[in-house]
């Protein structure tokens, strides 16, 4: 964080910030960290939630990781991640049920998830281990971002398609409903958000053509 | 100092271990009184349920009704005496541990509830398993001991759509006005599954189509739960 | 032996791993590319949930479950470590991993060369660690139940994507949309796989 020798948000440091919310994509692009947790995006809510947790612990785990990475005996590297970040992980999940107690309910055993979140030991291990504090710490924010921005579009059309509802309120006026509209069960179903996420894939790479698979 | 000698390994280790397991042990502390208050709070909102009040808003607002509508609670034993000193709420919290024992080693809550006109409820927990896990619920009865007055269901992993619908509040409404003694008989409410047009009678409610196995298992449920009561609710006959 | 029944059909089919709870998404679509490599990740991860949920099994009955300690003696019967699962979990997954890294090195190179980096990345397996805390969560009775929803679980993993490389290895002489390749029509096809395993919900034994 040495502002004469680099600005804080010099060019190379916003693009390690806003890259994972578009061109390197964790989720569209590197295929890492879809696991578990779209299992939570039925509804708005809790995949906001979920996102800011994953955020937070994607970028703190980058911070610590980054700030110890001359100390870790490299034999015990992976122990010493999996620790840090189940640490990170408990804090989160202890804080979720004591604030959000409804939401924590929703989310069940998917907070615990996070720790096996490859994109997380995925940053730490390629990025914030041989970097500076700070720029880990845009690292694993842009990461943690890409991948969250992933859950609320996805959280999105689930709960606007599947319920007529945003957020728990209704969206969808009755009016339509007594035209015909109906809602779309299915959206709340797990296979829609595999079906989703493909559907985000093609249109991401329908606009960045160097991504394509050959 | 050399990072990969086996003497640095261990003590670095040694030390993230105490660090973290310090670290962790006292946010479990600091926040478990939150938790523990959620997790009861939520007890507390089902059991309002149960007498037909839907608690809005917050914590504050739950505690707040089910203060004012709950005005007690006891626990009976199998020979349908009060037991002394019982915690009430305690043995809700740990009702899959209370029917893990066996029957007659059973101490079991019920919660009494007054309305603004002073008609007194019981409020009986109901626990068992359905068809993929286990369920549990509430059932309010009368002060006459023998009809419902409501009932509220929650389970933990049947079927979305089908089975899972036993928690909706139109299948608990099922239950309003039904009779759990025939003739001076123990016979509770079953869940059938019928042919025809006729309304069920006192004794019965409909299933559900395409959740039949987790619906009769509510009626199990609320048969072999009351079993437990039965000895304490007879006596209470008795003393009318 | 009934339920024991139930917790089997219903963790393969009903509550499969990949169709309804997303879990190890990352080395499914990363390994499902060819049948044979599918069919050696999947007996490991079937091995590796097998022995560490059983273990973690254990584990929560004696150590984390409030007052699990009572066995230690009265004054250790307040105490609740539930907090320390997921380390516990995780680092028993750890260990479970790097033997059975061991053992297929020693007896199948050619499978240990295949699987590479995917090997080692079972550790952080989300289908073994959902499979320890869905067993938590759950609260089996008995260990017996324990290691049939793991076991069930392995082979719902394991059928999920030895189907999805069947699929791929047709895949390669279709005419798909550019971008559509690879990951894309990957996830589509598990979509539409999962639709067709939810027919199973309606299961009734």
């Keep these: 964080m040495n502002r004469e020798r680099e600005p804080i948000f010099s060019a190379k440091n916003m693009r390690l910030l806003l890259g994972p919310l578009n061109r390197d994509n964790p989720v569209a692009v590197q295929i890492l960290g879809i696991c578990s947790v779209l299992a939570v995006t039925a509804k708005l809510r809790p995949a906001f939630v979920m996102a800011v947790s994953v955020v937070a612990v994607a970028a703190l785990a980058s911070l610590i990781m980054s700030a110890l990475r001359k100390t870790i005996p490299s034999r015990i590297r992976i122990i010493v991640q999996l620790v840090v970040i189940a640490f990170l992980v408990i804090i989160v999940d202890q804080i979720l049920k004591a604030y959000v107690y409804e939401v924590s309910k929703q989310l069940s055993v998917f907070v615990g998830l996070i720790i096996t979140n490859c994109i997380i030991m995925g940053r730490v291990e390629a990025f914030a281990l041989g970097n500076k504090p700070w720029p880990s710490l845009l690292d694993g924010l842009g990461n943690g971002l890409g991948y969250g921005v992933i859950l609320i579009v996805v959280g999105f059309f689930r709960e606007l398609l599947g319920a007529g509802e945003l957020w728990g309120r209704q969206v969808i006026p009755d009016s339509f409903y007594e035209a015909g509209y109906m809602n779309n069960g299915l959206m709340l179903l797990p296979p829609m958000a595999l079906i989703i996420v493909g559907v985000i894939i093609w249109i991401q790479r329908s606009f960045n053509k160097d991504v394509v698979d050959k | ?240 | 032996m009934e339920n024991i029944f139930n917790i089997f059909i219903k963790s393969i089919f009903v509550d499969n791993m990949v169709f309804a709870y997303f879990f190890g998404m990352c080395s499914y679509i990363a390994v499902s590319k060819s049948v044979k490599t599918a069919m050696g990740l999947g007996v490991t991860v079937t091995f590796v949930m097998v022995t560490t949920v059983s273990l973690n099994w254990l584990l929560t009955r004696y150590l984390l479950n409030p007052g699990a300690l009572a066995w230690m003696g009265g004054e250790f019967a307040a105490v609740d470590l539930s907090f320390l699962s997921f380390i516990v979990f995780i680092a028993v997954m750890a260990s479970f991993v790097q033997i059975a890294e061991m053992a297929v090195e020693k007896f199948s190179p050619a499978l240990y060369n295949s699987l590479g980096i995917f090997l080692p990345l079972i550790a952080v397996h989300c289908a073994i660690m959902g499979g320890s805390l869905f067993m938590q969560e759950r609260a089996y009775e008995n260990i017996g139940e324990a290691a049939t929803f793991a076991f069930g679980s392995g082979i719902g993993w394991w059928l999920a994507i030895i189907m999805m490389a069947a699929i791929r290895e047709k895949l390669k002489y279709s005419n798909i949309p550019r971008p559509l390749r690879g990951a894309g029509i990957t996830f589509i096809i598990t979509g539409l796989a999962g639709m067709a395993f939810m027919s199973f919900l309606g299961i009734q034994m």
């Design chain 2, 1 to 240: 100092m050399n990072r990969n000698s086996n003497t640095y390994i261990v003590v670095y280790a040694t030390a993230m271990v105490v660090i973290v397991a310090l670290a962790l042990s006292f946010a479990s502390l600091a926040l478990r009184d939150r938790q523990q208050a959620n997790i009861e709070n939520e007890m507390k909102r089902a059991i309002l349920r149960s007498i037909g009040i839907e608690a809005q808003g917050g914590m504050a607002a739950v505690d707040a009704l089910y203060a004012r509508y709950i005005v007690g609670s006891f626990a009976v034993d199998a020979r349908g005496e009060v037991v002394e000193g019982a915690n009430a709420f305690e043995l809700l919290a740990n009702l899959r541990a209370v029917y893990a024992l066996p029957p007659d080693e059973r101490e079991l809550p019920v919660f009494v509830s007054r309305d603004g006109q002073g008609v007194e409820r019981y409020i009986i927990p109901l626990w068992g398993s359905g068809l993929w896990g286990p369920i549990w619920g509430y059932l309010a009865l009368e002060s006459d001991w023998k009809t419902v007055s409501g009932a509220v269901f929650y389970h933990q992993g049947e079927t979305p759509g089908l089975g899972a619908e036993i928690a909706e509040s139109w299948f608990g409404d099922r239950f309003a006005g039904k009779t759990i003694f025939r003739d001076g008989q123990f016979v509770s409410v079953s869940v059938e599954k019928r042919r025809g047009t006729e309304p069920p009678g006192p004794h019965s409610v409909d299933a559900i189509t395409g959740g039949t196995i987790t619906a009769f298992a509510v009626g199990r449920m609320i048969r072999e739960s009351l079993q437990g009561y039965l000895p304490f609710i007879q006596l209470q006959k008795e003393n009318e």
